[in-house]
């Protein structure tokens, strides 16, 4: 099987797992994307999010959360702007996200599994929030516009793309200028012994694979992206970390005298 077949195929798995969760979600049971001591651990949930923001938003949608963080206590978002969720899953930080930029402002939610999409949309009229839009696609390749959001967000996901690169310059060509970047992900320590490194992403549900601190840079920087600011978050055991993730769009260039506008 060739490399390409088999990231196509480990996708696919990776859609099919969190279909499976989805409608779980959708039955009221609770999903759970990794090993119950690895949510002690490290996995959060709607855990992470402050109870200031959890009024009003249906327990459904809490109770589908599976990312490890809160990016929306970077993210910055204000009135009026336009917000992308890298692999909305149930919708939480989009609909969070929606409150945030106001009815002058859009949420969107990407994600590639149509079970998730169902939950989430359902979630979103629940909640009342007309504000949202949730879309099909994959985050190597978002099928939107170049430079047409104000701010990325994603809350555990990354760690599961098979062309990691891809989907950094993914959101890096949506973004407008000036935009910024506020994401969660697991982050492995440098060094790992890569057989219990493979056994700690799997515990905590990292099927494809983490990323280290510096490859995290390295990537986003390759991507074109500025001031890449890395926080570890929880330690998940293992030498893996929950990690907050910036960075930033360079502003556009000013126009050099004479030039056209």
């Known amino acids: ?11 696919e798995a990776t859609i099919q797992r969190y279909s499976g969760l989805a409608r779980l979600a959708a039955a009221g049971g609770t999903p759970l994307d990794c090993e119950p001591d ?36 970077v993210a910055d978002l204000r009135p009026g702007q336009t917000v992308l969720d890298l692999g ?4 939480l930080d989009v609909l969070l996200s929606a409150r945030r930029v106001g009815p002058a402002g859009h949420a969107y939610g990407l994600d590639a599994s149509p079970d998730m999409l169902t939950l989430a949309r359902a979630n979103a009229a629940a909640a009342a929030v007309t504000n949202v839009t949730f ?3 994959h985050i190597e390749a978002i099928p939107l516009p170049t430079a047409v959001v ?4 994603s809350n555990c996901v990354i760690n599961l793309s098979t062309d990691k690169p ?14 910024r970047l506020g994401i969660s992900d697991v ?15 799997h515990r905590v549900g990292c099927a494809n694979g983490t990323l280290t601190a510096g490859r995290y840079e390295h990537l986003l920087q390759a991507a074109g992206f500025t001031g890449v600011r890395i926080t570890l978050t929880t330690d998940a055991g293992d030498g893996l970390h929950s990690a ?10 000013p126009a050099s005298p004479g030039s056209p506008i």
């Open 1 to 11: 099987m060739s490399e390409s077949a088999n990231s196509a195929s480990a996708r």
């Open 38 to 73: 690895a949510f002690i651990g490290g996995c959060f949930g709607a855990a992470a999010y402050n109870e200031g923001e959890k009024p009003g938003v249906p327990e459904a949608v809490l109770r589908a959360s599976l990312g490890c963080g809160n990016p929306l206590a």
């Open 88 to 91: 909305s899953g149930g919708g």
């Open 135 to 137: 879309l099909h696609g």
């Open 150 to 153: 104000d701010v990325v967000i």
């Open 166 to 179: 891809a989907v950094l310059a993914e959101a890096f060509r949506v973004l407008r200028p000036g935009g």
């Open 187 to 201: 982050i492995a320590d440098e060094g790992l012994d890569a057989t219990a490194r493979t056994a700690a992403e």
């Open 244 to 253: 907050i993730v910036q960075a930033a769009k360079p502003d556009a260039a």
